[in-house]
């Protein structure tokens, strides 16, 4: 079965309180992963987001990742998204342990490979479709996507732009999964959000 993986984005939310109450939504709709990212904030301020985020994460039994800062993961007790100019993948596997869940930014081949040997637990892979995000993406093509995940056995996951407009295009597609930020975090209705995509993952 397909997962669905969140991303979150607060730079839209003026309270913090509505952040955490989207995430909240999303994680009672039935988010499979959460991570937290964010790019414009303290590592003081992450590692107290983490924390909350983690305690309401387990109440759901959805794990939590951070973006980026392996010191913030290692802090909050949870795995941690490596992107390509960050930390390697080893280093992080050796400060959080064999149990934390390591993710890792692919977008070719090549680095699929090196990926896979240095012991990420899967991939994030795109950005497949314009975003609304204010994270700087490089496009990657269908092709490209295909040719990762039929080079590893890593479990690859889909990101961004993915919406209910734009999940149906990928039908046939060999993926684990979507990652998806706006149409969740964004939506009036994060768990109702959540129960659509999860609806269409299921036809893709």
């Not at 790019?39 to 759901?60: F, P």
């Not at 690859?156 to 684990?176: Q, S, Y």
């Not at 998806?180 to 893709?204: C, D, M």
Request: with cysteine; glycine share 8%; net charge negative.
């Amino acid at each position: 079965m397909k997962k669905l993986y969140f991303v979150t984005n607060s730079e839209a939310f003026d309270d913090e309180l509505d952040f955490l109450r989207s995430v909240e939504s999303a994680l009672i709709g039935g988010v499979d992963y959460l991570q937290l990212r964010e790019k414009n904030r303290t590592d003081k301020e992450v590692l107290r987001l983490a924390r909350e985020l983690k305690a309401m994460a387990e109440e759901y039994d959805t794990p939590l990742i951070v973006d980026d800062r392996i010191d913030v993961a290692y802090a909050a007790g949870c795995g941690v998204h490596i992107g390509a100019d960050d930390l390697p993948i080893s280093v992080a596997r050796k400060i959080l342990g064999d149990d934390a869940i390591i993710g890792a930014s692919v977008k070719s081949v090549e680095r699929a490979y090196e990926a896979a040997e240095e012991g990420a637990d899967y991939f994030g892979t795109g950005a497949l479709f314009p975003t609304k995000t204010k994270v700087i993406t490089r496009p990657t093509s269908l092709e490209t996507f295909r040719a990762i995940k039929e080079a590893v056995d890593v479990p690859v996951f889909a990101i961004g732009g993915i919406n209910e407009e734009t999940l149906p295009k990928l039908k046939g597609l060999p993926m684990d999964g979507i990652c998806v930020v706006s149409a969740i975090q964004y939506a009036k209705n994060p768990e109702g959000a959540v129960k659509g995509l999860r609806k269409l993952l299921e036809t893709v």
